[in-house]
């Protein structure tokens, strides 16, 4: 699912070691429960031109729906209308952040979500590594869109990189970023789930989940109610925040965030990893090309070897 064009770079590659995940994971398609899914797809596809790359029905009456770019899955939906609403005090999403190759074609997917009117704009920033710009879909699901500057623009000090928010002007922005070839045909450009961002209860428990168990390296540790972390020396992978739910318990059932996942090189990986997770005590399965573990917030997060496709990843 992770053989895009565009890939990130990573500082040091090779296979995991017993503390840490490999520098070459990738995050895969993210997974949210969708009380509409005809409305969710359409704009999905329309908002940041997806297109629709599979579709299955499950016998519960479920119907799960993968969307993506260039045959690279972005999001898989699935419909559960019913379930209570997202909750944004509750742990959960607080955006999937989608990654692209240069300024024109996020300048271009930018256009799109700000032109659709179910898309709630909620701001943009300069992060110093990056430069995102935020959205809220139709159901309450945060959306970050963003560029990365090229590592050697990144500041790091005491094994920590720097990040801030300073002010992007979203208008000068598509001004000086925008071609037409791009603004018309935004989709041919490729993009990637650069990483995820969630809302969690307790800052402290989340890093011994996420680094400590996991193998994720905390990247930023010093931002109030916040925590970010990554493999590779990326800026992150992860992050987990307390600014909307903190003192939240485990989730219940509800529309958002269904799983996490997460692409490692090999069962090597996974090997170390099962090993983190029995020495902290977690319960997780574990079925060969695939570890499943669940978040102190229930949460699920899952680990698994390339080469899933659509098929695999509806079958999740």
Known sequence: MNSSPLTMPT??????????LSADLAMDAVTLRVGDLELMSSYYENALA?????????????????????????????????????????????????????????????????????????GSSDHLVSEAFYFTDPEGNGIELYWDRPRDQWTWSNGQVAMDSLYLDPNAYLSEHLTDDVAASPGLRPGIVGHVHLQVGDVDAARAFYVDALGFETTVGSHPGALFAAAGGYHHHVAMNTWNSRGAGPRATSLGLADVAITVPGRDDLDALTGRLKAAGLSFADDGRAVKVLDPWATPVAISLPGTDTEELLAR
């Open 11 to 20: 500082a040091a590659t090779g296979a995991a070691d017993e503390r840490h």
């Open 50 to 122: 997806l297109t629709s790359l599979e579709e299955k029905a499950r016998v519960n009456g479920e119907v799960h729906r993968v969307l993506g770019r260039g045959g690279i899955p972005f999001v898989r939906l699935v419909a559960t209308p019913g379930l209570p609403p997202v909750d944004p005090r509750q742990a959960g999403l607080f955006h999937t952040a989608f990654l692209f190759e240069d300024q024109a074609a996020l300048a271009g997917t930018v256009l799109r979500a700000a032109q659709d009117p179910r898309s709630r704009f909620v």
